[in-house]
């Protein structure tokens, strides 16, 4: 581990130093976790009482938590985030590959390799395709015809893009995620399925993380586009023709239908199931395990099978907790009100 | 793109021409998309008002539609089929690879290939296994001993196939599906879980197309069969000893149990989970996120968790909708009740 | 297939023999299946009857079925467990790779292969590898550096570890699986989703069986681990820091949110949601399709979305089939009621 001065963390960070910028910081470690030598963060007030007992040799804090550390401290915006860039200063990504070609990997000679990109063992990059400065392709990947990727990208083993497909820089795809699969299109006709060529492309913006396994369509025509800052996790699918808007998150083995619109800072639970043709707005939030199979406003939260604003399902749900309770009160009901008719009678 | 005349379109649809074969057709639209040289189709009765706008040169009919156009027409038994024949004469399937082995791919001295057979960079093709004709199997594909594979099929990267495995002409597999993998199975004894071997096959008949990172296990004893024409949608998994009839459609992230039988021509939407040692008759329908424990007849609809037929699973939603309604209603009986039992007494 | 004395199986059974020791045996099969010189078992004294009706030449019991054969027999502690060593003395596992490394793999010069380990084709072991005695490497395997595989493991085709992952003895890995990729971790800043190192590990213990396309997430830091004799079903995902306690069994397509601990010998079904932060107490059960967003005690079953103790799920899920019954008894309340006070007033 190296060890770095409070100000190269105040430094690193972006924040104002409160205290001796020459102490010796040997790590990060959570508030109640830290030994002397490591740095903190405080960010919610309630923790408070923590950093009094705490044995780091200091802590980074924002204007939220309005406590003034009696240990030094480093003042930013916002203190997660201050303390995620003090771990990265500790734990730098570590570089498995080294530049180049590795002599196993089958890169065909049209292919076009910016500067310092890593091609692992086994891996194949086909005709025209073009990779960025840096951009890490690790072994047994497969990158098909025309495919061009940005800078800095990382691409875990055993990923694969078919032809033509358009990946920004910055973007991380883990393992076996398969980019530009055909599109799930099919004319029926004398009771057989013919399939529908799917000519288009998939584009995936900078920033963007692609969980294990997923699966991202190519369009039928046009393109399926993923914008900038998405993070999809493990097995998440994306139908063919699907729009992801710019910093959306979606949660494992969720999947999204055809010509789905997704609007941008959507947060979208695990194992959620989105109809096609339909469209999520800005900001809107699934629950997990949803089942959406109308369109969402921007802003609203929905949750459940069939998914509803979620005050609604949570409403429902009460009562329907309580049912066999509700149909007993109904049997009563019926009886006294059996009672009563037969006295009238 | 190339272009063809009126004529050559009609001789590949199998359509009757109305109009000048020698016009030159450009391109695929659709109609309200078409511009001066492209010729579009008309399926639908209610977008006849469309073609008047357009500015297609020809179009494709058929004649459910009722309508005969004021343009040049190609009369056909279905349009949109029609349609899709055109298209691919303009967009022919692009052969991505090679006929032969690429030097880096590894092919047992046993695997018997067809004549113009692919096998593409890093592929591994085990003893005893054979290959088609004219069939692809891309990069990185891995196919074990004693596997055989039809004519005209295309194996995506990444595409695995274990053991013995059988595959019939013209499938499509899409990148990272799993053929052959051990179906899931266990004896308990002793507090622990002692694996059964799974020592069946996986046939897969002709036409098929299976999506990617999809997982079809192996029988115990036996066959899990696709039969002819089945399409898989991207991370479906059918389990050991499933049987899938002719023509079934199969959307993404579903799963089906072990040893269930699907009926032929069935639609089965995404996400679904259908139970094992159950059948689906022919003709079924089951509605996206429906969970399936019962057998269900052929031709019925269901849909739901737990799935019934869908005219149950909508009555019963609609009440539902209502539920904190039909308590308050209940409340309201009580407290009149109470009231008219004061009264009485 | 190999022939077999009765003396034979029974040594390997470690059963009593009750018969001529010498019969020969030629195979396995089920007890209405058998032909004349095979071996069946009876476990269930339910199908005694067709006992008599059978053609096997001996049969597998044990002291529960009650029922003393009168064909020679095995008896064991176990009938189905015994008959399973019975058919694995038939159906030995077959050794599909040579020992070593095939030319086209890559190892590097620091891995370390214990004797008989076997590399597949075009696979490829990292810096400083470890891989135990016996064990399998299909070809196009991906293990990244430092990670520890044990000894007579089975890694099937394309199957891919992250680095420093740490893999015990017995283990099997179905196609496709990817051990150690990022959990799903961000930190989110002035509208955008900061990506969290993860910096912990993956662990997988003993005996663990692990489906096609499975993934699990190395750990924030810490570990991800799964405990001794867990079996997980294809296209189950594991998320960052989740611990799986021995013997527990996740069928497919199942998901489990970041830091759940699930107990030992609990039973998941498929595409079942367990979410973040909770637990699932030891020799729970959770029904397939279930929802979890609450800890389960342990010996409890749940079931349902959402999911609740089983016979609550039963109650409210018989009076929700009737709901539009239920609300046609309250509208005829209301009428009667108000017939009632109308002849009152």
Do not use: W
Request: one cysteine or more.
């Amino acid at each position: 581990m190296p060890v770095f001065t409070l100000a190269d963390i105040a430094a690193k960070i972006g924040g104002t130093l409160h205290g001796d910028p020459e102490i010796r910081i040997s790590g990060t470690a959570e508030i109640d976790k830290a030994s002397a030598g490591e740095i903190t963060f405080l960010a919610n007030p309630k923790y408070g009482s923590h950093l009094e007992k705490s044995h780091a040799a200091a802590v980074i804090v924002d204007g939220n938590s309005g406590i003034t550390p009696a240990i030094p401290f480093i003042l930013c915006p916002d203190a997660y985030y201050g303390f995620l860039q003090a771990f990265l200063l500790f734990n730098p990504p570590r570089k498995l590959l080294t530049p180049g070609i590795h002599p196993s990997a089958v890169v065909h000679e049209t292919a076009r390799l910016g500067a310092e990109a890593c091609i692992g063992a086994n891996a194949y990059v086909g005709p025209g395709v073009v990779i960025g400065e840096r951009t890490q392709v690790f072994p047994n990947c497969v990158i098909l015809d025309g495919s061009q990727i940005g800078s800095d990208c990382i691409l875990y083993p055993l990923v694969s893009i078919r032809e033509n497909c358009r990946i920004g820089d910055r973007v991380i795809i883990h393992n076996g995620a398969v980019i530009g699969s055909d599109g799930f299109g099919f004319a029926p006709y004398q009771g057989a399925f013919h399939k529908i060529p799917q000519v288009g492309i998939v584009v995936i913006e900078d920033d963007v993380e692609i969980g294990a396994n997923v699966t991202i369509d190519r369009a039928t025509m046009g393109q399926t586009r993923v914008r900038k800052g998405v993070k999809l996790d493990n097995l998440v699918h994306l139908a063919h023709n699907v729009t992801v808007g710019e910093h959306t998150v979606i949660v494992a083995q969720t999947g999204v239908a055809g010509s789905t619109r997704i609007g941008s800072q959507v947060m979208i639970g695990g194992q959620v199931a989105v109809a096609g043709h339909i469209s999520v707005g800005d900001g809107a939030r699934i629950g997990a395990c949803s089942g959406v199979s109308k369109s969402v406003p921007a802003g609203e939260t929905v949750f459940g099978f069939v998914a509803r604003p979620i005050m609604k399902t949570k409403r429902i749900e009460a009562v329907t907790a309580n049912l066999p309770e509700l149909l007993r009160r109904v049997q009563q009901l019926e009886k006294k009100l059996e009672a009563l008719q037969e006295k009238k009678s």
